[in-house]
C-alpha cells in the first residue's frame, strides 16, 4: 500500500511538501542506521516506538471491529440470512491457508517477521521513490502499521471524526501510527497481528476480512484457498476497489496476481516453478453475495423473511443488546453474532406448501400458518401465501404478492384477524377454573336471548340473540365436551355469562392472547364484564398469538413467551444469556387437562370419559392416524375468516384464512375443510420422527358425572351497549352466529 493510504492523485502541493519532509527526516535515519548489525537495527526500532501496549487506545488492544452477524435454522446448519454494516467475520490463523498467509506478507511486507513494527529502510526507499516519480509507486506501510489504520478507522466505539483523522496526511498521524504499531509488536506475537490484519483488510466489493473475501470471490472458507486463489486475493489489499475481477477488471486482477506470486518465489515461499504454475492457471471465479437482512434471505425461500422480521424485532427488544433500540440494531449487524434460531426447516417447508396450497401468492386472500412448541414457546415455523419482499405490487395491490408486514405474528399495521369459535377455549378454561366441571349441562336452544341490547337481524325483542350454525346437530342437551366438539354457540355464550365475560377476557390474556386493536383493547380494558359476544370470537388475534394459547393447554397450563431462537453467541464464542424458554404455570394442570380432554371431540377423536359425540375437524384424526391430537375450528360472522388450531404435546399449529387488507371480504365456509387439513399436516409433519405422546387425563372430580339435570339461562336486566363502547356496528362486534 502507499505510505499515505492511497492519497488520490493528483496531490496537492502541500501534500508534495510533507513527502518531501517526511522523505528527508527518515532517510536520514535510515541512512544514519543502515550500518548497523540486524540485531541491533531490531531493538532501534523497538525503542524508537516511545510506547506501551497498555497506552494503546482500547480498541486496539481489544479490536472492536463490526462483524456480521448469522442466523441460523435449529438445526445450526440451514443459514438463513445475515446481518451486517461490514461483511466481516473473524476466524483463526489456523483456518486461514497457510499459502495466504505467505501471499499476504509477500505482496505488502516482505521483511514483516524481521522488523519492530516499522520498518525504517523500506519507508525511506518508499518515500524517496514516490518523491522522485511523483506518486505512490511503492509502499512502506508494515503490515502492522496497515492494521493499525485499518482498526482506528473501522472502529465502532469511535466518532466519525476520530475514525476520519486515521487516515489523515499529516505527519503527526504518521508517526503516531509508528509508535502504535511498535507497541503492537513488544507485547504481540507475529502471527498473532497477521491473523488480526488478515480478518480486517478490506479485499473489494465489499468483502473485509479474509474469510469474507474467500466467500465473496470463491465461494469457500480461506482454509481451502489454492495459491493461484490467495495470490489473486493478497494482490487486491494494495487496491481493492481497482483490482476487483468481480467488477471487471480482470487484466489488472491477474497482473498483479503475477506480481504476488513472483514476491513469493522471491522470499522462497514457493519456488519459481509453482510460481509460474499458478500464473497459467485460468482466473475462475465464483461470486456469492452475501445476503443482509430479512429480504435477503436464502434463495428460493423469501417465506423464512417473516420469520427473520419476527426475530428481528424480538431482538431490538432485548436489553441484553444494548441500552437502546438502535444500539441493539446495530448490535446485530456488527456484533458478529452467531444465533441458532427456532425455526425447523421441515415444519416451515410444509407449513409454506400448505398456505400456498389453500391461496396462491396473487390470491388477495391469505393463509398464514404458525406453529409452536409447547414448553418452550419455540417458533418452529411462519408461513404465508406471500412473498417476504420490498418489490413493487402489480396494480397498486397493498399486501400481495409481496409485502413485509408481519401478517402472521401482527404489530405495526396488523392487528389481526377475528378467530371465531378458537376462543370458546378461554370460556371453557375460565368455567372450570371456577369449579364447574366437563359435564356442566344446558339445554342450548338455537337462539339465545342474552342481557345485551342489539337491532338488527340478529336481535330478539330489542336484545342480542346468538344462534346455532347448525340447530339440527347443535341444539339440545350439552356438556363442554360435546358442546366444544360441535361448536354450540348458545351453550358457550351461557356458559360465559354464568362465569362472567371479565374472567373470559382476562383467561384469553393470561394464555398470551394480545389486544392491538384499538377497539378490542379498550373493550378488554374497561368493560370486559360486558363483551359478551367474546367467546365466539370478534376480537382479532393472530396464528403466532392463537397458536402459543393453544400451546399452554399442551403444556398443561404453563405459559412460555414466544421465542425464535435457541442459542445467541457473540464474537468471542461466549453464549447470551438471551433467549431460554421464559415460562410460569398460568393453569392449574388438571384444568388444562380436562381444556385438552373437550378439545379431542372436535378432531374425531374420544374422551377416556366417552363423551364426545360429534365435531367439526373429524378428518384429522385420520391424517395424524390416530395419533392423539386435539383443536377446535372457528369460523366469524358470514364466514369472513375460518381458522384452525390443532395441538399434540409437542406442538401447537394455528392457521387463519382471511383477506389482510379488507375485513368486509368473506372467505368463505368452503375453505374451511382446506384450513383444517393445512393445519393438520403441519402438525403430522412436525410430529414425524418424535414418540407418540399420549395426553393424560384429567382427574374425575373436573369430568363430573354426566347428564346432570338441565340449566336453563337465566333472564337478567338489559345492558344496552353504546357507540363510546366501540366504534364498530352493533352487527359487526355483537353477532356471530356461526361456530
Same mark, same amino acid.
Given at each position: 500500500?502507499?505510505?499515505?493510504?492511497?492519497?488520490?492523485?493528483?496531490?496537492?502541493?502541500?501534500?508534495?511538501?510533507?513527502?518531501?519532509?517526511?522523505?528527508?527526516?527518515?532517510?536520514?535515519?535510515?541512512?544514519?542506521?543502515?550500518?548497523?548489525?540486524?540485531?541491533?537495527?531490531?531493538?532501534?526500532?523497538?525503542?524508537?516506538?516511545?510506547?506501551?501496549?497498555?497506552?494503546?487506545?482500547?480498541?486496539?488492544?481489544?479490536?472492536?471491529?463490526?462483524?456480521?452477524?448469522?442466523?441460523?435454522?435449529?438445526?445450526?446448519?440451514?443459514?438463513?440470512?445475515?446481518?451486517?454494516?461490514?461483511?466481516?467475520?473473524?476466524?483463526?490463523?489456523?483456518?486461514?491457508?497457510?499459502?495466504?498467509?505467505?501471499?499476504?506478507?509477500?505482496?505488502?511486507?516482505?521483511?514483516?517477521?524481521?522488523?519492530?513494527?516499522?520498518?525504517?529502510?523500506?519507508?525511506?526507499?518508499?518515500?524517496?521513490?514516490?518523491?522522485?516519480?511523483?506518486?505512490?509507486?511503492?509502499?512502506?506501510?508494515?503490515?502492522?502499521?496497515?492494521?493499525?489504520?485499518?482498526?482506528?478507522?473501522?472502529?465502532?466505539?469511535?466518532?466519525?471524526?476520530?475514525?476520519?483523522?486515521?487516515?489523515?496526511?499529516?505527519?503527526?498521524?504518521?508517526?503516531?501510527?509508528?509508535?502504535?504499531?511498535?507497541?503492537?509488536?513488544?507485547?504481540?506475537?507475529?502471527?498473532?497481528?497477521?491473523?488480526?490484519?488478515?480478518?480486517?483488510?478490506?479485499? $473489494?466489493?465489499?468483502?473485509?476480512?479474509?474469510?469474507?473475501?474467500?466467500?465473496?470471490?470463491?465461494?469457500?472458507?480461506?482454509?481451502?484457498?489454492?495459491?493461484?486463489?490467495?495470490?489473486?486475493?493478497?494482490?487486491?489489499?494494495?487496491?481493492?476497489?481497482?483490482?476487483?475481477?468481480?467488477?471487471?477488471?480482470?487484466?489488472?486482477?491477474?497482473?498483479?496476481?503475477?506480481?504476488?506470486?513472483?514476491?513469493?518465489?522471491?522470499?522462497?515461499?514457493?519456488?519459481?516453478?509453482?510460481?509460474?504454475?499458478?500464473?497459467?492457471?485460468?482466473?475462475?471465479?465464483?461470486?456469492?453475495?452475501?445476503?443482509?437482512?430479512?429480504?435477503?434471505?436464502?434463495?428460493?425461500?423469501?417465506?423464512?423473511?417473516?420469520?427473520?422480521?419476527?426475530?428481528?424485532?424480538?431482538?431490538?427488544?432485548?436489553?441484553?443488546?444494548?441500552?437502546?433500540?438502535?444500539?441493539?440494531?446495530?448490535?446485530?449487524?456488527?456484533?458478529?453474532?452467531?444465533?441458532?434460531?427456532?425455526?425447523?426447516?421441515?415444519?416451515?417447508?410444509?407449513?409454506?406448501?400448505?398456505?400456498?396450497?389453500?391461496?396462491?401468492?396473487?390470491?388477495?386472500?391469505?393463509?398464514?400458518?404458525?406453529?409452536?412448541?409447547?414448553?418452550?414457546?419455540?417458533?418452529?415455523?411462519?408461513?404465508?401465501?406471500?412473498?417476504?419482499?420490498?418489490?413493487?405490487?402489480?396494480?397498486?395491490?397493498?399486501?400481495?404478492?409481496?409485502?413485509?408486514?408481519?401478517?402472521?405474528?401482527?404489530?405495526?399495521?396488523?392487528?389481526?384477524?377475528?378467530?371465531?369459535?378458537?376462543?370458546?377455549?378461554?370460556?371453557?378454561?375460565?368455567?372450570?377454573?371456577?369449579?364447574?366441571?366437563?359435564?356442566?349441562?344446558?339445554?342450548?336452544?338455537?337462539?339465545?336471548?342474552?342481557?345485551?341490547?342489539?337491532?338488527?337481524?340478529?336481535?330478539?325483542?330489542?336484545?342480542?340473540?346468538?344462534?346455532?350454525?347448525?340447530?339440527?346437530?347443535?341444539?339440545?342437551?350439552?356438556?363442554?365436551?360435546?358442546?366444544?366438539?360441535?361448536?354450540?354457540?348458545?351453550?358457550?355464550?351461557?356458559?360465559?355469562?354464568?362465569?362472567?365475560?371479565?374472567?373470559?377476557?382476562?383467561?384469553?390474556?393470561?394464555?398470551?392472547?394480545?389486544?392491538?386493536?384499538?377497539?378490542?383493547?379498550?373493550?378488554?380494558?374497561?368493560?370486559?364484564?360486558?363483551?359478551?359476544?367474546?367467546?365466539?370470537?370478534?376480537?382479532?388475534?393472530?396464528?403466532?398469538?392463537?397458536?402459543?394459547?393453544?400451546?399452554?393447554?399442551?403444556?398443561?397450563?404453563?405459559?412460555?413467551?414466544?421465542?425464535?431462537?435457541?442459542?445467541?453467541?457473540?464474537?468471542?464464542?461466549?453464549?447470551?444469556?438471551?433467549?431460554?424458554?421464559?415460562?410460569?404455570?398460568?393453569?392449574?394442570?388438571?384444568?388444562?387437562?380436562?381444556?385438552?380432554?373437550?378439545?379431542?371431540?372436535?378432531?374425531?377423536?374420544?374422551?377416556?370419559?366417552?363423551?364426545?359425540?360429534?365435531?367439526?375437524?373429524?378428518?384429522?384424526?385420520?391424517?395424524?392416524?390416530?395419533?392423539?391430537?386435539?383443536?377446535?375450528?372457528?369460523?366469524?360472522?358470514?364466514?369472513?375468516?375460518?381458522?384452525?388450531?390443532?395441538?399434540?404435546?409437542?406442538?401447537?399449529?394455528?392457521?387463519?384464512?382471511?383477506?389482510?387488507?379488507?375485513?368486509?371480504?368473506?372467505?368463505?365456509?368452503?375453505?374451511?375443510?382446506?384450513?383444517?387439513?393445512?393445519?393438520?399436516?403441519?402438525?403430522?409433519?412436525?410430529?414425524? $420422527?418424535?414418540?407418540?405422546?399420549?395426553?393424560?387425563?384429567?382427574?374425575?372430580?373436573?369430568?363430573?358425572?354426566?347428564?346432570?339435570?338441565?340449566?336453563?339461562?337465566?333472564?337478567?336486566?338489559?345492558?344496552?351497549?353504546?357507540?363510546?363502547?366501540?366504534?364498530?356496528?352493533?352487527?359487526?362486534?355483537?353477532?356471530?352466529?356461526?361456530?
Amino acid at each position: 500500500m502507499a505510505i499515505l493510504g492511497n492519497m488520490a492523485a493528483p496531490r496537492s502541493p502541500l501534500s508534495r511538501l510533507f513527502t518531501v519532509l517526511l522523505a528527508g527526516l527518515l532517510a536520514g535515519l535510515a541512512l544514519a542506521v543502515a550500518a548497523l548489525p540486524g540485531n541491533l537495527l531490531l531493538g532501534f526500532a523497538a525503542r524508537s516506538a516511545i510506547g506501551s501496549y497498555a497506552a494503546l487506545p482500547d480498541a486496539l488492544r481489544t479490536p472492536a471491529t463490526p462483524q456480521r452477524s448469522y442466523l441460523y435454522a435449529n438445526d445450526g446448519k440451514t443459514l438463513i440470512t445475515t446481518f451486517y454494516d461490514v461483511n466481516r467475520t473473524d476466524v483463526p490463523l489456523a483456518d486461514i491457508a497457510p499459502v495466504m498467509r505467505q501471499a499476504i506478507v509477500a505482496a505488502e511486507d516482505r521483511r514483516f517477521y524481521s522488523h519492530g513494527g516499522a520498518d525504517l529502510r523500506g519507508l525511506a526507499r518508499a518515500l524517496v521513490a514516490n518523491v522522485k516519480g511523483g506518486g505512490t509507486e511503492q509502499g512502506g506501510s508494515t503490515l502492522t502499521m496497515q492494521y493499525v489504520r485499518n482498526v482506528l478507522k473501522t472502529d465502532p466505539t469511535r466518532t466519525a471524526e476520530e475514525r476520519a483523522a486515521a487516515t489523515d496526511p499529516t505527519m503527526g498521524r504518521k508517526i503516531q501510527e509508528i509508535r502504535y504499531a511498535g507497541a503492537l509488536e513488544q507485547s504481540l506475537g507475529k502471527d498473532e497481528i497477521l491473523n488480526r490484519y488478515l480478518n480486517i483488510a478490506y479485499f $473489494g466489493s465489499g468483502a473485509y476480512g479474509i474469510a469474507a473475501a474467500s466467500q465473496r470471490y470463491f465461494g469457500k472458507p480461506p482454509a481451502q484457498l489454492t495459491l493461484a486463489e490467495s495470490a489473486l486475493l493478497a494482490g487486491l489489499v494494495q487496491s481493492p476497489d481497482a483490482y476487483s475481477p468481480i467488477d471487471g477488471n480482470k487484466d489488472d486482477a491477474l497482473a498483479r496476481r503475477s506480481y504476488v506470486l513472483d514476491s513469493m518465489a522471491d522470499t522462497g515461499a514457493i519456488t519459481a516453478a509453482q510460481a509460474a504454475q499458478a500464473k497459467a492457471e485460468p482466473l475462475t471465479l465464483h461470486p456469492t453475495a452475501q445476503p443482509n437482512g430479512c429480504t435477503a434471505v436464502a434463495q428460493g425461500h423469501d417465506d423464512w423473511g417473516y420469520f427473520c422480521d419476527y426475530l428481528r424485532r424480538w431482538w431490538v427488544a432485548q436489553p441484553a443488546f444494548g441500552a437502546t433500540v438502535p444500539e441493539r440494531e446495530q448490535a446485530l449487524r456488527s456484533g458478529g453474532y452467531t444465533v441458532i434460531t427456532s425455526l425447523d426447516p421441515q415444519v416451515q417447508a410444509t407449513a409454506q406448501q400448505q398456505a400456498t396450497k389453500v391461496y396462491g401468492y396473487d390470491n388477495k386472500r391469505a393463509l398464514p400458518i404458525a406453529a409452536v412448541q409447547p414448553g418452550t414457546g419455540q417458533v418452529l415455523a411462519m408461513a404465508v401465501n406471500r412473498h417476504y419482499s420490498l418489490a413493487d405490487n402489480p396494480n397498486g395491490q397493498a399486501n400481495y404478492p409481496n409485502t413485509v408486514n408481519p401478517l402472521i405474528s401482527g404489530g405495526a399495521s396488523v392487528d389481526g384477524y377475528q378467530a371465531g369459535s378458537t376462543f370458546k377455549l378461554f370460556t371453557m378454561l375460565a368455567a372450570l377454573e371456577s369449579g364447574r366441571t366437563l359435564s356442566t349441562g344446558f339445554d342450548a336452544p338455537a337462539k339465545l336471548p342474552t342481557r345485551y341490547a342489539a337491532e338488527g337481524p340478529g336481535s330478539c325483542d330489542g336484545r342480542w340473540c346468538p344462534a346455532n350454525a347448525n340447530p339440527d346437530w347443535m341444539d339440545g342437551y350439552r356438556m363442554m365436551w360435546d358442546g366444544f366438539g360441535r361448536s354450540v354457540n348458545t351453550y358457550f355464550v351461557w356458559l360465559a355469562e354464568q362465569v362472567g365475560q371479565d374472567k373470559v377476557v382476562e383467561m384469553a390474556q393470561r394464555l398470551g392472547i394480545t389486544f392491538r386493536a384499538d377497539a378490542d383493547a379498550a373493550f378488554a380494558r374497561n368493560d370486559a364484564a360486558n363483551w359478551g359476544s367474546f367467546t365466539l370470537g370478534v376480537a382479532a388475534t393472530t396464528p403466532l398469538d392463537l397458536a402459543n394459547a393453544y400451546a399452554t393447554v399442551a403444556a398443561e397450563g404453563t405459559y412460555c413467551a414466544p421465542v425464535p431462537v435457541v442459542s445467541v453467541t457473540d464474537a468471542k464464542g461466549q453464549r447470551v444469556p438471551v433467549g431460554q424458554p421464559s415460562c410460569k404455570r398460568v393453569l392449574d394442570a388438571d384444568v388444562a387437562r380436562a381444556a385438552t380432554d373437550a378439545a379431542r371431540c372436535p378432531v374425531g377423536q374420544q374422551s377416556p370419559y366417552g363423551q364426545c359425540n360429534g365435531g367439526t375437524a373429524t378428518g384429522v384424526n385420520d391424517i395424524l392416524d390416530g395419533r392423539p391430537v386435539a383443536g377446535k375450528t372457528g369460523s366469524s360472522e358470514q364466514n369472513s375468516t375460518e381458522t384452525f388450531v390443532g395441538f399434540t404435546p409437542q406442538v401447537a399449529v394455528a392457521g387463519i384464512a382471511a383477506n389482510p387488507d379488507d375485513p368486509t371480504d368473506s372467505v368463505g365456509s368452503a375453505v374451511q375443510a382446506k384450513v383444517i387439513d393445512a393445519v393438520a399436516r403441519v402438525i403430522a409433519t412436525a410430529v414425524k $420422527g418424535q414418540p407418540e405422546k399420549a395426553f393424560e387425563a384429567p382427574s374425575r372430580e373436573l369430568a363430573g358425572e354426566p347428564r346432570r339435570p338441565v340449566e336453563r339461562a337465566p333472564v337478567v336486566p338489559d345492558r344496552r351497549p353504546t357507540t363510546q363502547d366501540d366504534p364498530r356496528s352493533a352487527f359487526e362486534r355483537w353477532l356471530n352466529r356461526r361456530g
